[in-house]
């Protein structure tokens, strides 16, 4: 009476309904994909013409997109911008080792670590408090002149310790938060395997954690690609500095447009990349529905 | 009387894998329809295909008189009028039981909070978990949350219960309690559809019993016949392990 199950699924010819319904479904879609290009294409005109005929356009034009000026800034800005993509390189692995540090920490309960808790504690309090900018005029100016033994002097290390120290403090709060997100029932059962409270940090309840809060941490980390611009105020020169440096003497500010440029231009694949693994990530625990 | 819902066709798969094949299953007003059978035969899909949670490949399911597997239906008017409850409560861990239970009334229903509150501690008192109300789900034991998930479906008085194996989490002391729930509402006239692994309640409740097998209702029938004398071996099969 039923067919084998080898050509169960084979042999399913959709019915006349379900032809019907396949055709509902395809016109409300289309429906959708009408309105939604309708709605992008009104607001993006909307938003040119508005833009476009400002009173002062053309004085904008003149100062912010010369096409000149952003060619003949170019160069520097793009070598200005190597040392902004050098100093986040160097920073991230940092800050995500302290910040994963303080969290733990924080989240520890052996006896031995008491001193280490509280250190965490003041600095997540302190760091998070002070104005990142300040952070960094402390360190670049504050260092040197301690001119203390073996101590780095370079702007550019000061500057990346101070944004380490900063966003470290943002970190650590992120995931501990994460941490503090998995339920119970996760850690009790690790236990009830036998592991130990390390471990179920770090096979268990970390790697939960970590993932629930990746779109925050990629939040913070956009975030500091665009704060490696504050070391420029201690004279590094990065692109920011560039930009503004070639603004004072041509006074054009188009170098201002192409350095926003270099930062989107790194930020947003950044984004779409850890869209892509997160979505990855979910469909291989939940399936891809 | 048209039935309250009729199911005709229905077949559902995931990718390569046939979850329901051919399903046609009717329900009257007061009915309660056991669906049983080994895990990974399909009733759990046919529950959640039932409330429009999972997309059909075909067939169609009519719902007091009216298509409601068709793209243009509003899922939302669907569910409205029909409750269901699942193995693993799904209660939501962030509400106390009571604003659990109040949620959809209020929300969804538009009933207004003095009116839903006193219908939720009112189930609440007959199920015996007035006390726990205020409380939040993960304070209760597994009993208790399960009874408290049910009255959250039943506060919107759903027209159609689906029950989802409730009690396969529950140990056996507490899977009567939840059990007697289910009871006094089908003694009350509530039509359900329940998939469970409990046999002894299934023959005492159900007004008809379906054996999925396979993503297919292999045999249906009153309970007597079906836990007596199954027409197909398969049936037979299936009993004399569970039994």
């Known amino acids: 009476m039923?067919?084998?199950?080898?050509?169960?699924?084979?042999?399913?010819?959709?019915?006349?309904?379900?032809?019907?319904?396949?055709?509902?479904?395809?016109?409300?879609?289309?429906?959708?994909?009408?309105?939604?290009?309708?709605?992008?294409?009104?607001?993006?005109?909307?938003?040119?013409?508005?833009?476009?005929?400002?009173?002062?356009?053309?004085?904008?034009?003149?100062?912010?997109?010369?096409?000149?000026?952003?060619?003949?800034?170019?160069?520097?800005?793009?070598?200005?911008?190597?040392?902004?993509?050098?100093?986040?390189?160097?920073?991230?692995?940092?800050?995500?080792?302290?910040?994963?540090?303080?969290?733990?920490?924080?989240?520890?309960v052996s006896p031995w670590l008491t001193p280490a808790r509280f250190l965490a504690v003041i600095y997540t309090d302190l760091f998070r408090g002070v104005p990142?900018?300040?952070?960094?005029?402390?360190?670049?100016?504050?260092?040197?002149?301690?001119?203390?033994?073996?101590?780095?002097?370079?702007?550019?290390?000061?500057?990346?310790?101070?944004?380490?120290?900063?966003?470290?403090?943002?970190?650590?709060?992120?995931?501990?938060?994460?941490?503090?997100?998995?339920?119970?029932?996760?850690?009790?059962?690790?236990?009830?395997?036998?592991?130990?409270r390390t471990q179920t940090m770090r096979f268990v309840v970390l790697p939960q954690g970590v993932r629930r809060v990746v779109p925050p941490l990629l939040n913070d980390f956009v975030s500091l690609q665009k704060d490696t611009a504050l070391v420029g105020t201690v004279a590094v020169f990065e692109s920011l500095y560039v930009a503004a440096d070639y603004g004072n003497y041509n006074f054009n500010f188009t170098p201002f447009l192409v350095t926003a440029a270099f930062f989107v231009a790194l930020t947003v694949p950044l984004a779409r990349i850890t869209d892509w693994l997160g979505r990855r990530a979910m469909e291989r625990e939940r399936g891809s529905r | 009387m048209s039935a309250l819902l009729e199911v005709s066709n229905l077949r559902k798969s995931y990718g390569d894998k046939l979850v329901l094949d051919d399903v046609s299953l009717t329900v009257q007003q007061h009915d309660v329809i056991c669906l049983i059978g080994s895990s990974g035969s399909g009733k759990s899909t046919l529950l959640r295909c039932l409330n429009l949670l999972e997309d059909i490949d075909d067939g169609v399911i009519a719902f007091n008189g009216g298509e409601i597997s068709d793209p243009?239906?509003?899922?939302?008017?669907?569910?409205?009028?029909?409750?269901?409850?699942?193995?693993?409560?799904?209660?939501?861990?962030?509400?106390?039981?009571?604003?659990?239970?109040?949620?959809a009334p209020r929300r969804v229903h538009g009933v207004r909070r003095p009116e839903a509150e006193a219908r939720a501690l009112e189930l609440l008192e007959r199920f015996g978990l007035a006390d726990q109300a205020t409380k939040h789900p993960d304070k209760l034991s597994g009993g208790q949350q399960?009874?408290?998930?049910?009255?959250?479906?039943?506060?919107?008085?759903p027209t159609l219960l689906l029950l989802d194996e409730i009690t396969a989490a529950l140990d056996p002391e507490l899977v009567g309690d939840v059990l007697s729930i289910v009871r006094s509402e089908a003694e009350a006239g509530m039509t359900m559809v329940i998939a469970t692994h409990e046999m002894g309640f299934a023959r005492e409740v159900a007004s008809s019993v379906c054996f999925l097998d396979n993503g297919r209702i292999l045999e249906q029938g009153a309970p007597d016949q079906i836990f007596t004398a199954p027409r197909e071996e398969r049936t037979r099969e299936f009993l004399r392990r569970v039994l």
């Not at chain 1, 170019?74 to 920073?91: E, H, R, S, T, Y």
């Not at chain 1, 550019?156 to 029932?185: C, D, K, M, N, Q």
């Not at chain 2, 399960?146 to 008085?157: E, F, G």
């Open chain 1, 2 to 108: 039923s067919p084998s199950s080898s050509d169960r699924g084979v042999s399913w010819t959709p019915s006349d309904r379900e032809l019907e319904r396949a055709r509902a479904r395809r016109s409300i879609h289309q429906r959708g994909v009408v309105l939604s290009t309708v709605v992008t294409v009104v607001v993006l005109a909307a938003l040119v013409v508005g833009v476009t005929s400002a009173p002062g356009w053309d004085r904008f034009r003149e100062f912010f997109l010369s096409w000149p000026d952003a060619k003949a800034a170019f160069p520097d800005i793009a070598k200005g911008f190597w040392i902004n993509v050098k100093m986040f390189l160097i920073a991230e692995p940092l800050i995500l080792l302290l910040g994963g540090l303080v969290a733990i920490t924080r989240g520890s």
């Open chain 1, 132 to 196: 990142t900018i300040l952070v960094v005029y402390v360190l670049a100016l504050g260092i040197p002149t301690l001119q203390l033994q073996g101590m780095t002097t370079s702007l550019f290390w000061l500057g990346t310790i101070a944004l380490v120290l900063s966003y470290g403090a943002y970190v650590a709060e992120v995931i501990r938060s994460g941490i503090e997100s998995i339920h119970p029932s996760q850690v009790a059962s690790a236990e009830a395997l036998g592991l130990s």
């Open chain 2, 72 to 103: 243009r239906i509003d899922a939302r008017d669907v569910r409205k009028q029909i409750g269901m409850v699942f193995q693993a409560y799904n209660l939501f861990p962030h509400l106390s039981v009571l604003d659990n239970c109040t949620l």
């Open chain 2, 146 to 157: 399960q009874r408290a998930a049910l009255v959250r479906a039943l506060c919107t008085n």
